[in-house]
């Protein structure tokens, strides 16, 4: 019987190794970074051709390779880190497997030239495919280079599962930012194709690559921290509460000089917020754990990106206090229950021993989540007001347009609250309900019940509101059924066939803004932007670049209502960059309308007056699918008399 099991070739081998390894080019720019930073380099340029597949090359000064090293540095598990599995315990670099040169060269064309520095002149080692290499010697520069050319020619599958260009160099950006923040004391520089992209100083201010990473508008107000326990020490920088993202993808976690991901360190971090910023929302952090790497396990993938801790709950409560305890004494926190009169705000007591479990104080009538969204408009960034300390004066850019005014703010009031914000002829009908709608015009219709005889087939024809619960849900009756009508999640269906109506009848035109509002962003924000600039302009929004990760809004679609167009198409940006995929222009305009149509709605808590539940649920009966929000949540639960009577034992 002839064996079934046998030994693959090494040429197999590194080719599935490659596929753990090096997942697309920005695994390769990583890998060969690492390497760069092992090798002691103080400067770091990186060159990027299109999405990385035909070129990368990193060049460094550190301290190269001789004729002995260069050939042995391409074979797998060839290591210069460790030698013995017992090392891991004391484990001070970044790489240590021996396998990403190996499996680099097994899909590409490697060439690696290096010289030490004692030495005249250097070597070039170039091989492709894993093949045998040819060494030659040359002149160059001490440190070394590596060029990695025509990536996955040999492996095509790999290659049609690549994303865009522009999405393949984000994401190469987004590592080399990140790696920076890891090591601010070495200079960075990453040039696509010619043009620097980004430029690091290498001086060791953590703010300052900070400001070269995400912009100069976000480092300024972040906050730095250094504390030291018995087994760790955190430094970093975290934001402020008003200064936060819709998503986590602005945290960057490093651990003595790596960049790793963890979701448990990421929890530690959102429990030192707690209280401080609303659901859903998250800081801004760079921060650095010093330890013994005998604490804490990077073997788990290939990549080194995950990692494992021991003594997780201590590691979490120190991690915790220390975020909490430093936004606590760096300033007054903004108080999420005082709208009108952030300057006011009482000053924490700092002086009192640290209490783990401590929540903020709340007013007596309560913090809803809603009050506190309204306030913050769900932007993703620069949320609250705030107060400069050496003015005085409100730094918070003001929309160009007026806001409508909070509707906690007029409850009690002989004030009508805009329902149908953006909408002036439906606003002027609830105005002076007296006055006859035009029944030309869909959106200014008000209910009545002579509007809606010989509609008898439609459920909500013949249903009028009673009540208010909770100020969330309208109550309606027909004297039969009784309706719970979700009022969010009603006016956001309303909204969003409205809306889409108008992108559909090609009336998205822009309009201009009286004074053009500059937006900083990353650079992986940016190579979103440009991806799909087209479909921005084609939707209504009018860029011009204004320098290094800036641009110039100058107008926005008509349909922006109101709300700020300039955190709008952050939040849209950041969205994208969260799904992580290639949409289509559809899926995009209908990303933007669910956005617009959210943003426009009414919301929970809001207190509505009889006339406007009548509104709402007239507007409601004319769509085309009344019965579920554009996300899929029901609008509407309905209760029978039979089934009251039922619970009530009515019914024998």
Same mark, same amino acid.
């Given at each position: 019987?002839?064996?079934?099991?046998?030994? +693959?070739?090494?040429?197999?081998?590194?080719? !599935?190794?490659?596929?753990?390894?090096?997942?697309?080019?920005?695994?390769?720019?990583?890998?060969?970074?690492?390497?760069?930073?092992d090798?002691?380099a103080?400067?770091?340029?990186?060159?990027?051709?299109e999405?990385g597949?035909?070129?990368?090359?990193?060049?460094?000064?550190?301290?190269?390779?001789?004729?002995?090293d260069l050939?042995?540095?391409?074979?797998?598990?060839?290591?210069?880190?460790?030698?013995?599995i017992?090392?891991?315990?004391?484990?001070?670099?970044?790489?240590f497997?021996?396998?990403?040169?190996?499996?680099?060269?097994?899909?590409?064309t490697l060439?690696?030239?290096?010289?030490?520095s004692?030495?005249?002149?250097?070597?070039?080692?170039?091989?492709?495919?894993?093949e045998?290499?040819?060494?030659q010697?040359?002149?160059?520069? $001490?440190?070394?280079?590596?060029?990695?050319?025509?990536?996955f020619?040999?492996?095509?599958?790999?290659?049609?599962?690549?994303?865009?260009?522009?999405?393949e160099f984000?994401?190469?950006?987004?590592?080399?930012?990140?790696?920076?923040?890891?090591?601010?004391?070495?200079?960075?520089?990453?040039?696509?194709?010619?043009q620097?992209?980004?430029?690091?100083?290498?001086?060791?201010?953590?703010?300052?690559?900070?400001g070269?990473?995400?912009?100069?508008?976000?480092?300024?107000?972040?906050i730095? +921290?250094d504390?030291?326990?018995?087994?760790?020490?955190?430094?970093?920088?975290?934001?402020?509460?008003?200064?936060?993202?819709?998503?986590?993808?602005?945290?960057?976690?490093?651990?003595?000089?790596?960049?790793?991901? $963890?979701?448990?360190?990421?929890?530690?971090v959102?429990e030192?917020?707690?209280?401080?910023?609303?659901?859903?929302?998250?800081?801004?952090?760079?921060?650095?754990?010093?330890?013994?790497?005998s604490?804490?396990?990077?073997?788990?993938?290939?990549?080194?990106m995950?990692?494992?801790?021991?003594?997780?709950?201590d590691?979490?409560?120190?991690?915790?206090?220390?975020?909490?305890?430093?936004l606590?004494?760096?300033?007054?926190?903004p108080?999420?229950?005082?709208?009108?009169?952030?300057?006011?705000?009482?000053?924490?007591?700092?002086?009192?021993?640290?209490?783990?479990?401590y929540?903020?104080?709340v007013?007596s009538?309560?913090?809803?989540?809603g009050?506190?969204?309204?306030?913050?408009?769900?932007?993703?960034?620069?949320?609250?007001?705030?107060i400069?300390?050496?003015?005085?004066?409100?730094?918070?850019?003001?929309?160009?347009t007026?806001?409508?005014?909070?509707?906690?703010?007029v409850?009690?009031?002989?004030?009508?609250?805009?329902?149908?914000?953006g909408?002036?002829?439906?606003?002027?009908?609830?105005?002076?309900?007296a006055?006859?709608?035009?029944?030309?015009?869909?959106?200014?219709?008000?209910?009545?019940?002579t509007?809606?005889?010989?509609?008898?087939?439609?459920?909500?024809s013949?249903?009028?509101?009673?009540?208010?619960?909770?100020?969330?849900?309208? +109550?309606?009756?027909?004297?039969?059924?009784?309706?719970?009508i979700?009022?969010?999640?009603?006016?956001?269906?309303?909204?969003?066939?409205?809306?889409?109506?108008?992108?559909?009848?090609?009336?998205?035109?822009?309009?201009?803004?009286?004074?053009?509002?500059?937006?900083?962003?990353t650079?992986?924000?940016?190579?979103?932007?440009?991806?799909?600039?087209w479909?921005?302009?084609?939707?209504?929004?009018?860029?011009?670049q204004?320098?290094?990760?800036?641009?110039l809004?100058?107008?926005?679609?008509?349909?922006?209502?109101?709300?700020?167009?300039?955190?709008?198409?952050?939040?849209?940006?950041?969205?994208?960059?969260?799904?992580?995929?290639?949409?289509?222009?559809?899926? +995009?305009?209908?990303?933007?309308?669910?956005?617009l149509?959210c943003?426009?709605? !009414?919301?929970?808590?809001?207190?509505l007056?009889?006339?406007e539940?009548?509104?709402?649920?007239?507007?409601?009966r004319?769509?085309?699918?009344?019965?579920?929000?554009?996300?899929?949540?029901?609008?509407?639960?309905?209760?029978?008399?039979?089934?009251?009577e039922?619970?009530?034992?009515?019914?024998?």
């Open positions: 019987m002839s064996s079934v099991i046998h030994i +693959l070739d090494s040429h197999s081998a590194n080719q !599935i190794a490659a596929g753990e390894v090096v997942e697309r080019p920005v695994s390769v720019v990583k890998e060969l970074v690492e390497n760069a930073l090798a002691g103080k400067h770091i340029d990186i060159a990027i051709e999405n597949v035909p070129l990368i090359r990193v060049r460094d000064d550190g301290r190269g390779m001789g004729a002995e050939p042995l540095a391409v074979l797998r598990h060839a290591t210069s880190k460790i030698t013995r017992q090392d891991l315990d004391h484990l001070q670099t970044l790489g497997r021996g396998e990403a040169l190996a499996s680099i060269a097994s899909v590409s060439e690696i030239t290096s010289r030490p004692a030495e005249i002149s250097g070597l070039t080692f170039t091989l492709t495919g894993g045998p290499g040819l060494l010697e040359v002149g160059c520069p $001490s440190g070394t280079s590596v060029t990695v050319r025509n990536l020619f040999n492996t095509p599958a790999r290659l049609k599962f690549l994303k865009s260009k522009a999405t984000g994401l190469i950006s987004d590592t080399v930012g990140r790696l920076a923040l890891a090591h601010p004391q070495i200079a960075f520089s990453l040039a696509h194709p010619a620097v992209v980004l430029q690091t100083s290498g001086r060791g201010d953590l703010k300052e690559t900070m070269a990473v995400f912009g100069q508008g976000i480092a300024r107000q972040l730095a +921290l504390v030291q326990n018995q087994d760790w020490r955190l430094t970093g920088l975290i934001s402020p509460p008003e200064l936060v993202r819709t998503t986590k993808q602005a945290q960057t976690f490093m651990i003595n000089g790596r960049v790793v991901r $963890s979701s448990f360190l990421s929890n530690a959102e030192g917020y707690r209280t401080l910023i609303p659901v859903k929302f998250h800081p801004i952090v760079a921060l650095h754990l010093y330890g013994p790497p604490d804490y396990d990077v073997n788990v993938h290939p990549t080194k995950d990692v494992k801790f021991k003594n997780e709950s590691l979490s409560s120190f991690i915790s206090r220390t975020i909490y305890q430093t606590l004494k760096s300033k007054p926190l108080s999420f229950h005082s709208h009108s009169e952030p300057a006011l705000r009482p000053k924490p007591d700092t002086s009192a021993p640290f209490n783990p479990s929540d903020p104080p007013s009538e309560g913090v809803k989540a009050e506190v969204l309204r306030e913050i408009k769900n932007d993703g960034e620069f949320l609250l007001p705030q400069s300390p050496e003015t005085g004066e409100n730094k918070r850019t003001e929309p160009l007026k806001e409508p005014v909070p509707i906690n703010e409850k009690g009031s002989n004030q009508q609250i805009n329902l149908f914000q909408h002036p002829a439906t606003q002027k009908s609830r105005d002076n309900s006055e006859v709608p035009n029944p030309g015009k869909q959106e200014e219709r008000v209910f009545t019940e509007e809606n005889e010989g509609e008898s087939k439609d459920i909500l013949s249903f009028w509101p009673i009540g208010q619960l909770f100020n969330t849900y309208i +109550l309606a009756t027909d004297g039969n059924v009784l309706l719970l979700d009022q969010h999640a009603a006016h956001e269906r309303i909204n969003y066939e409205r809306i889409l109506s108008e992108f559909q009848q090609r009336k998205q035109a822009s309009q201009a803004l009286l004074i053009p509002t500059p937006m900083e962003f650079l992986q924000e940016e190579q979103v932007l440009l991806e799909y600039l479909i921005l302009s084609e939707m209504g929004f009018v860029l011009e204004f320098g290094s990760q800036t641009y809004l100058r107008g926005v679609p008509v349909q922006t209502g109101n709300f700020p167009a300039d955190q709008l198409l952050r939040q849209f940006i950041e969205e994208v960059l969260q799904k992580n995929a290639t949409p289509s222009y559809d899926k +995009l305009l209908k990303e933007w309308i669910y956005l149509a943003k426009e709605s !009414i919301r929970a808590q809001d207190s007056t009889l006339l539940m009548e509104q709402l649920i007239s507007r409601l004319q769509t085309e699918n009344p019965y579920t929000c554009p996300h899929g949540r029901p609008t509407t639960i309905k209760i029978t008399r039979a089934e009251l039922k619970r009530f034992y009515r019914v024998l």
